[in-house]
């Protein structure tokens, strides 16, 4: 059975940092790339970074860029998304995911997501 369990979350000042953590297991993630989603309320769900699993090529949306990155753990089977300089419109639940390389999010696995606040 594939898992995705997110941890890390929690309650920060703008301005700090935390980093989340996604533990993978269940099968093989060697052909897959890791995404970080969030979902603030009211707002549809957005991709906010991602790594790919075997040559750690890295990729963010424009809004976290120089804040956040992607990182992997091949030995521990685990995924990291480094938030520095936290704004409160970072405020959302952050969940990670897997796709195939050929293939979706949408199709791949999600974890159960994790609470991130920023207070201003």
């Known amino acids: 059975q594939v898992q995705l369990v997110e941890s890390g979350g929690g309650l920060v000042q703008a301005g700090g940092s935390l980093r989340l953590s996604c533990a993978a297991s269940?099968?093989?993630?060697?052909?897959?790339?890791m995404g970080w989603f969030r979902q603030a309320p009211g707002k549809e769900r957005e991709f906010v970074g991602g790594?790919?699993?075997?040559?750690?090529?890295?990729s963010y949306v424009d809004s976290v860029k120089g804040r956040f990155t992607c990182s992997r753990d091949n030995a521990k089977s685990t995924v990291y998304l480094q938030m520095n300089s936290l704004k409160p419109e970072d405020t959302a639940v952050y969940y990670c995911?897997?796709?195939?390389?050929?293939?979706?999010?949408?199709?791949?696995?999600w974890g159960q997501g994790t609470q991130v606040t920023v207070s201003s």
């Open positions: 995911a897997a796709r195939p390389v050929w293939g979706s999010f949408s199709n791949g696995y």
């Open positions: 269940g099968r093989s993630f060697s052909n897959y790339v």
């Open positions: 790594i790919s699993w075997s040559a750690g090529t890295t």
